[in-house]
């Protein structure tokens, strides 16, 4: 199994929801991450969780919360959401400093 | 701080017309520069991985190398399937944070 699965592929949502956004991967890699992008832009690293504690937070907005429940699975709880968080949002695994695999994104539409 | 700059931001190319793509970096101690091609709305997908000046990939019809400061990713007759935004990213020294640059938006036409 080679591949980063996420869950849902779109979502739409108010700004007073909760939802949240699931990543799962079997490949053994011990660090996860978060990231988002707008349209025509690269992704932006949000967060990285190594060996499932949180190593890296990009000085993002409390309304997003992630969770790394275990070593296969990555959520992202999202709260209060203004309408300029719409993107899609990618998640990644790697094995260390190598190669990020990614899922599919998550759309994410705030209204 | 570390950088990563791409040029050119977009390119149109006939199918058939060879052509590079420029990956400038500034980083502190290089733990790999990675190429990715990314399809509208979906996910970024692995091309190659270099780790030392001289260093050369081949896939197909792409063909990524690296120096002590950019890497170029050379494309030899495009086809229209081809067309997608390529990115480049490193890995710095010291923590894991992938940095990626914009990217560039090929487009090859039939």
């Known amino acids: 199994d080679t591949e980063v699965t996420q869950t849902p592929k779109h979502l739409v949502m108010g700004m007073t929801n909760k939802k949240s956004l699931k990543c799962e991967q079997h490949?053994?890699?011990?660090?996860m991450y978060w990231y988002k992008q707008k349209a025509k832009k690269p992704p932006e690293l949000m967060f990285v969780?190594?060996?499932?504690?949180?190593?890296i937070n990009e000085s993002v907005p409390s309304r997003f919360s992630p969770e790394c429940p275990n070593s296969s699975l990555l959520n992202l709880h999202l709260h209060a959401l203004q309408p300029e968080d719409s993107a899609l949002y990618l998640c990644?695994?790697?094995?260390?400093?190598?190669?990020?695999?990614f899922g599919a994104g998550s759309r994410l539409t705030v209204l | 701080e570390d950088q990563v700059t791409q040029s050119p931001e977009a390119l149109r190319l006939q199918e058939g017309e060879s052509s590079s793509l420029n990956c400038s970096y500034t980083?502190?101690?290089?733990?790999?520069l990675f190429w990715y091609r990314q399809d509208p709305g979906k996910g970024p997908e692995f091309l190659f991985t270099?780790?030392?000046a001289g260093e050369e990939k081949e896939k197909e019809r792409l063909k990524a190398t690296l120096t002590k400061k950019e890497s170029f990713l050379h494309i030899t007759a495009p086809k229209p399937e081809d067309s997608a935004t390529y990115l480049c990213?490193?890995?710095?020294?010291?923590?894991?944070?992938?940095?990626f640059g914009a990217g560039t938006r090929l487009a090859v036409h039939p």
């Open positions: 980083v502190s101690g290089l733990r790999g």
């Open positions: 990644a695994s790697s094995l260390g400093a190598n190669v990020l695999t």
């Open positions: 990213a490193v890995f710095p020294g010291g923590y894991n944070k992938l940095i």
């Open positions: 969780y190594s060996y499932e504690k949180l190593s």
């Open positions: 270099l780790y030392s």
């Open positions: 490949m053994g890699h011990r660090a």
